[in-house]
């Protein structure tokens, strides 16, 4: 879970209906609104919100994954493999996560083995996008619900898209708190706050004060926000979460003399790297410093994960400084097939 931005009115209508539609579990609608709200942020999308509304992006395409990769299990279980192969296909145009679209690659071969003649599925038509170059909805057929999933499975569907490492500790944390995060993430902020705030009172860990501070910023109170996350990182100084949801709020507030530091130091210990440099180049070139924004862009280049989205940042940099060579191989080598 990231912050709600707070973005100008043209795309904050898209990026809110996109939550809206994130919250109710309609990831397909909420991809396609994230979509729409990085259109509507025309030059600004290089910045720092355009990099986290591309996370939101690749969020859903992790989610709508997800999904699909469960209903490929229930398929193959009931034998009916062509099915179970479509939704696999349609995780691997969804996923950017490597460990999803590794599970699916899995799952294909073994059903390559024992069905060699299954037919491919054409991936779903949509409007394209360079920053994500995804469909944007599933089927209007698909049931992408996970509603009739028993709640620890659906805890436990929704925790599989963090980061390495801490998918395994928000499992260990007990019934308790994966009703309290389902609440939350359901949008019940009051019951799921109640819950939290009992929890602490038994003993706080990093993960806990994160989701308070999560809320707590949703409702109105950066200050107490940041206070829990500083409090969070003194308990767990490599809780990448942490890490990034104090950088953002530093961002927010315009501190970007705080979040540098904390970006590097990001960078420095392979925390959410891909991410992190990133977002150094996006709070380097608001300040003005271009070229110090293109090296943290260059060495993006570095991460596959990265790559595509530092060279959508660099060619138009390169391109205004009349390095149009430049330009067209990092937009050949990166952006291939993008508009």
Known sequence: MFFKKLFSKDYRHYLEKGEKYFGEERYADARHAFQEALEKMGADEGGAAGAQIRGRISETGNRLAL????????AAARGDLAKA????RLVLEFADDQGIRGKAEQQIGKIGASAPAAAPVHAPQGKSHCGGCATDAAPADEDLSAGHLPARERYELLVQTLPAGLAERYADLGEKFARA???VHD???RDGFAIYQELLKEGENDILLYEVALLLFRNGNPPECERLLRRALALNDVNPLCCLGLVQLLADAGRFEEAIPLLNYMIERQLLTEQAVIFLGDIQQR???????????????????????????LVPLLQNQGRADEA???????????C
């Not at 999904?67 to 229930?74: G, P, R, S, T, V």
């Not at 192969?85 to 696999?88: G, I, R, S, W």
């Open 328 to 338: 067209l191989y990092l937009a050949k080598r990166y952006l291939k097939g993008c």
């Open 181 to 183: 995060y389902l609440l």
């Open 67 to 74: 999904l699909n990769l469960a209903e490929a299990e229930h």
């Open 85 to 88: 192969d479509e939704h696999l």
């Open 187 to 189: 949008g019940n902020d």
């Open 287 to 313: 300040q003005g410093n271009e070229g110090e924004a293109m090296s943290s862009y260059t060495k993006a280049l570095e991460y596959p994960a990265a790559a595509k989205a530092a060279a959508e940042r």
